[in-house]
């Protein structure tokens, strides 16, 4: 499985950008697929996930509202769209997905549940 992320860049607070998450391997369906990002000094965080089969959208509490993920099974590619975006939401952006099976949504939210990440696309906002 391999995750190609893109849609990262520089962009004033209050602006939106669109990420994209192409994967090309197995079945996309059936995978969870997730955002995280990695702010400069901080730990790697969850932003976002998609469960697999129509499972749900779940979102971190300091983007709910501002950004939305979606999938399209038919292109094997998952978005997060983000609007209203601040300076702090700057960091290293990557998708991520996991082939295993069902797991609780509190795992699904941390980094070890994982066993692909794509290449991480930067995004900055400035004030």
């Known amino acids: 499985v391999q995750l190609q992320a893109s849609g990262g860049g520089m962009v004033l607070a209050g602006g939106s950008l669109r990420l994209s998450c192409a994967v090309s391997?197995?079945?996309?369906?059936?995978?969870?697929m997730a955002w995280f990002r990695h702010a400069p000094g901080q730990e790697r965080e969850f932003v976002s996930l998609s469960r697999r089969d129509f499972g749900g959208t779940y979102y971190a509490d300091s983007v709910k509202g501002r950004f939305t993920i979606s999938r399209d099974n038919a292109k094997n590619t998952v978005y997060l769209q983000m609007n209203s975006l601040k300076p702090a939401d700057t960091a290293v952006y990557y998708c991520a997905t996991r082939t295993g099976g069902r797991t609780i949504l509190s795992e699904l939210k941390q980094n070890r549940a994982y066993d692909y990440w794509g290449q991480g696309t930067q995004v900055t906002v400035s004030s």
């Open positions: 391997g197995g079945t996309f369906s059936s995978y969870d």
